[in-house]
C-alpha cells in the first residue's frame, strides 16, 4: 500500500510554500539567530538578565528580518542568478515566484519584524534590526557587491550586527562585549566567504560579480583569508579577556581556530573546489562553536 500521491493541488501548495521559504535564506538563520542569542547571554555578565518573552521576540523578529532581507536579495539579483549554477534553481529564476509576488511577501516580513521588535522589545533593537537588513539588501546586495572586490569585506556589517542587536533586547544600550563581539564576525565574514569565492569564481565571474578570486587570483584571496582568520582569532581572543572568560573559551576557540586553518593549509596542497567548500564549512564550524562557547560560559560556568 503505502502513502497516498499527492494530488495535483497539493503537490503546488507544497512547492509554492517551499519557494517562499526558500527567498527568506533560511541557511543564513540559523547562524544568525545563534549569534543573537550569544548577544544576549553575553550580556549577562553586566548583571542583566534574560526573560522568555524577549528572547523569543528578539529571535522571532530578527528572522522575519532576515527573511525580508534574503527576500530582496533574491529579487534584485534574480537576473544574474539566471547566469549562476549555484542560483539557477531559485525560485525567481525558475519563475516559481513572480517578483511583485516576492517584493510583497519582502515587505510583509519587515512589518511584521519591526512591529514584534516595537512591541515586545524595544525602540534601539528594532532601529538595529532595520539598519541591518537595509544594510544588506541595499549597500550590499545593490552597492557594493556588483562594484568592488571589498564587497565581502564591506558587507560583513550587515552579519555581524546581530551581536550587538541581541545585546540591546537584554540591555537598552550599547556595550563593549557586544561590539567586540561583532568584530569577530566583521573579520570572520571575509574569512568564510572568500572560500566560496574561490570554490565559486567561475559562476561568478559569469554573473559579472568583482569578487576577489576573480579580479586578484586565488592566491591573493587564500593569503587574505590567512590574515583575516588571524584578526578573527585575535579580536576573539580579546573578547574573552574582557568578558573574563575562563579557559574553556580558550580552548574551544582555539582548537576551532586551528581547524579552520588546517583545512584553508590544505587548499595549498589540493587546488580543488572541494577542499575550497571544506575550508567554508570549517568557517562555518569555528563561528559556531565560538559561539556556542559564549552560551556555556554566561549560562552554564
Known amino acids: 500500500s503505502g502513502d497516498a500521491p499527492l494530488q495535483p493541488n497539493e503537490s503546488s501548495v507544497r512547492d509554492r510554500v517551499g519557494a517562499y521559504v526558500a527567498l527568506t535564506k533560511p541557511r543564513l538563520m540559523w547562524l544568525l539567530c545563534l549569534l543573537a542569542l550569544a548577544g544576549m547571554a553575553l550580556s549577562t555578565i553586566t548583571g542583566a538578565v534574560l526573560d ?4 523569543v521576540a528578539t529571535l522571532a523578529g530578527g528572522t522575519l528580518a532576515i527573511g525580508a532581507a534574503g527576500t530582496f536579495n533574491h529579487v534584485y539579483e534574480r537576473e544574474r542568478d539566471q547566469k549562476m549554477n549555484r542560483t539557477s534553481d531559485r525560485p525567481l529564476v525558475s519563475e516559481t515566484v513572480e517578483p ?20 515586545f522589545v524595544n525602540p534601539l533593537t528594532a ?3 532595520a539598519f541591518a537588513a537595509i544594510y544588506y539588501a541595499i549597500i550590499y546586495t545593490v552597492i557594493l557587491k556588483p562594484s568592488t572586490t571589498w564587497n565581502t569585506v564591506l558587507g560583513g556589517g550587515a ?3 546581530p551581536a550587538v542587536i541581541g545585546w540591546t533586547a537584554i540591555t537598552g544600550s550599547i556595550g563593549l562585549p557586544a561590539v567586540l563581539l561583532a568584530a569577530v564576525v566583521f573579520c570572520w565574514t571575509p574569512a568564510h566567504f572568500y572560500n566560496l ?17 576573480v579580479e586578484r587570483g586565488v592566491a591573493v584571496a587564500r593569503r587574505r583569508i590567512l590574515y583575516w582568520l ?11 579577556v574582557v568578558a573574563e572568560f575562563t579557559p574553556i573559551y580558550v580552548v574551544i576557540s582555539a582548537v576551532a581556530g586551528l581547524g579552520f586553518a588546517w583545512t584553508v593549509a590544505e587548499q595549498y596542497r589540493r587546488d580543488t573546489e572541494q577542499a575550497a567548500y571544506r575550508s567554508f564549512y570549517a568557517s562555518n564550524a569555528y563561528l559556531g562553536a565560538l559561539l556556542v562557547a559564549i552560551l556555556v560560559e554566561t549560562t552554564v560556568v
Not at 100 to 119: D, E, K, P, Q, W
Not at 230 to 240: D, E, K, R
Open 52 to 55: 522568555g518573552v524577549t528572547v
Open 100 to 119: 511583485i509576488r516576492a517584493g510583497g511577501f519582502g515587505a510583509a516580513l519587515f512589518v511584521a519584524s519591526m512591529a514584534v521588535l516595537l512591541v
Open 127 to 129: 532601529v538595529l534590526t
Open 159 to 161: 552579519g555581524a550586527l
Open 197 to 213: 569565492a574561490i570554490a565559486c569564481r567561475d559562476d561568478y565571474e559569469a554573473a559579472g560579480y568583482p569578487m576577489l578570486p
Open 230 to 240: 588571524g584578526a578573527t582569532l585575535l579580536v576573539a581572543g580579546v573578547l574573552g
